[in-house]
């Protein structure tokens, strides 16, 4: 089966190494998202599917378009792909391509809850007690598809999430695989819309927490652990988030022990462990160093 990829973060790539070692298919062109600047010095990144590629050296034509425009429609119909499958591509594909070849999506959530932009961080801020990915036809509204296969698997410990993007990109592929061997044999579910949640873009104020409920701080930084983090108002980020105690009351932010590396922190509702700090514009120390470099000690607030 001719395959035309469409896909740009880590996730994606997972997906598409996959495919890439399944010999009844064949990647016949990438479509990811232009480079970026990236870092202090803007250098420019490629999208992790492209690197991919360029690292393996497989002679397959990589396109990053701006916009997905009438040239766009005109390379995809001489490619003549089989199937379209989308992952985590970053761009909403217009009728026009949507009706050129047959269009699948992987989509890191269980169907039809957590449509839109950020559903592994949507999972995790939400405490599911299940984790997911399904398999969709793709149409023109958002995730809405006809669901064409689903695997999910109960959570029993909690992953941050690089980790759980991991866990569910190998889960997506793998569905996918048998999903494309049987493409003709497979009767579509419609999902129940009345059923659906969105979740929209993370923004960098997403990460922005108080102490006032230590689960929540313990969850978003599991959440957003590799971006934006987890930080106060005055740029304080905070790194290696442990939940001490769901219950009991404090001064937000008290700080009630200065262990070797540790510190722990008092919430209104709740008691978190930090293990590491960064100051804007400084390196990351242990919190323990921090607040012995600030003079603060137990009882102090950390602000």
């Known amino acids: 089966m001719k395959i035309l990829f469409m896909g740009t973060p880590c996730f994606a790539k997972i997906v598409l190494e996959k495919i890439l070692e399944d010999s009844t298919h064949q990647i016949i062109g990438l479509f990811s998202q232009p480079d970026r600047p990236f870092g ?9 599917t492209k690197e ?37 591509y970053g761009k909403i594909l217009p009728k026009k391509i949507l009706s050129l070849s047959k269009c699948i999506n992987i989509h890191a959530s269980i169907l ?18 299940e984790y997911g990915v399904s398999v969709i036809n793709m149409e023109e509204s958002l995730d ?5 296969g689903v695997h999910s698997f109960e ?8 980790s759980l993007s991991r866990v569910l990109a190998q889960m997506g592929a793998d569905l996918v695989l048998r999903i494309l061997q ?56 905070f790194f290696g988030i442990n939940l001490v105690d769901e219950d009991g009351s404090f ?3 008290e700080i009630l022990e200065i262990r070797k590396n540790t510190i722990v922190v008092g919430c209104k509702k709740g008691i978190i462990e930090i293990t590491t700090l960064q100051a804007p514009g400084k390196q990351k120390i242990s919190a323990s160093a921090y607040v012995r470099g600030k003079r603060f000690e137990i009882g102090h607030i950390l602000k």
């Not at 809850?113 to 405490?127: C, F, H, T, V, W």
């Not at 809405?144 to 064409?148: E, T, V």
């Open 40 to 48: 202090r010095k803007q250098e420019l990144k490629f999208p992790d």
């Open 52 to 88: 991919f590629l360029i690292q393996r050296k497989e002679k397959i034509p990589i396109f990053q378009p701006e916009v997905l425009d009438e040239k766009c429609v005109d390379i995809i119909s001489s490619l003549s792909p089989d199937v379209i499958l989308v992952v985590a």
């Open 112 to 129: 039809p809850k957590y449509r839109g932009a950020s559903p592994i961080q949507e999972m995790i801020l939400n405490d599911d007690s």
């Open 144 to 148: 809405s598809g006809d669901i064409l």
């Open 155 to 162: 959570v029993k410990e909690y992953m941050d999430i690089d």
């Open 182 to 237: 049987n493409l003709s044999h497979i009767q579509p579910i419609r999902q129940i819309h009345s059923e659906s949640s969105y979740c929209k873009k993370i923004l960098k104020e997403d990460g922005l927490i108080d102490f006032g409920d230590a689960k929540k701080i313990f969850l978003k930084s599991l959440a957003y652990a590799s971006w934006p983090n987890i930080f106060l108002k005055n740029g304080l980020k």
């Open 251 to 253: 001064s937000p932010g």
